[in-house]
């Protein structure tokens, strides 16, 4: 494949500040359930409310979640200057709650039989840091 010799977009960088109070109340043990309450915006819990649904078998409620953490996500990453190409590194901790929604919803898209869904899923994180999929586990 032929080197692309455009300028490519710088990567996008979420800010930090709610990022982090989020996760200090979901590592202080916050119910995923209400850190989504109480930080509507903010993709984290709604990824881990997807996360758990998924893993008890539910995969509506796993879409409908992870659903909402990629759209809350997406808003976010527009403020910060995203203009829907570019890397969007999973190294940057603030990225990874839109990061682990995008998968998530791919994963949710696919136990409901949305493969079409699915498939942008993993192509968009894949576009946005090839690494992105680790953080699944």
């Not at 976010?76 to 998530?104: D, E, K």
């Not at 493969?115 to 586990?137: N, V």
């Amino acid at each position: 494949m032929p080197e692309n010799l455009l300028p490519q977009p710088a990567p996008t960088l979420l800010p930090a500040e709610e990022d982090a109070a989020v996760r200090a109340e979901l590592e202080a043990g916050t119910d995923p359930r209400e850190a989504a309450a109480a930080h509507p915006a903010v993709s984290l819990p709604w990824a881990l409310l997807a996360q758990r649904e998924l893993a008890a078998g539910d995969p509506v409620a796993a879409y409908a979640y992870a659903r909402t953490g990629y759209h809350r996500g997406l808003d976010h990453l527009r403020r910060a200057g995203w203009r829907g190409q570019g890397p969007i590194p999973a190294s940057h901790v603030p990225n990874q709650g839109f990061l682990i929604a995008l998968l998530t919803l791919g994963q949710a898209a696919a136990a409901i039989g949305e493969d079409a869904e699915a498939t942008r899923c993993a192509d968009f994180a894949r576009d946005a840091d090839p690494e992105a999929g680790r953080l699944l586990g």
